[in-house]
């Protein structure tokens, strides 16, 4: 089984920045692609940013320019680093990973989220 585990959350004045981190944990043989989404209230959850463990990244629209997705893979870690954050930014952000366990089977998971708030 495979946890992943996410820190950084918090309320940030809008212009502010904010750091989160995701940590993955278990019988883990090798991540493939990892990514951070987001959920508002009342919303879906959609896609933030990825990382593919060749490093090729990909960015919602609305936070490119801003936001920078980024891996350390020996310590199996994710990092979003948000920049000029704005109100609508405003959601519980999940971290995402899939790869293979030491049991050659497939897995993908979700942390629990973290809240991020920005206020104007």
């Known amino acids: 089984q495979v946890q992943l585990a996410e820190s950084g959350g918090g309320l940030v004045q809008a212009g502010g920045s904010l750091r989160l981190s995701c940590t993955a944990s278990g019988s883990i043989y090798k991540i493939n692609a990892m990514g951070w989404y987001r959920q508002a209230p009342g919303k879906q959850r959609e896609l933030v940013a990825t990382v593919t463990s060749g490093g090729s990244t990909n960015y919602a629209d609305s936070v490119k320019g801003r936001f920078t997705i980024s891996r350390d893979s020996a310590k199996k870690t994710l990092y979003l680093q948000m920049n000029n954050l704005k109100p609508e930014d405003t959601a519980v952000y999940y971290c995402?990973?899939?790869?293979?366990?030491?049991?050659?089977?497939?897995?993908?998971?979700w942390g629990q989220g973290t809240q991020v708030t920005v206020s104007s």
């Open positions: 995402n990973a899939n790869g293979i366990t030491f049991a050659t089977e497939d897995f993908r998971s």
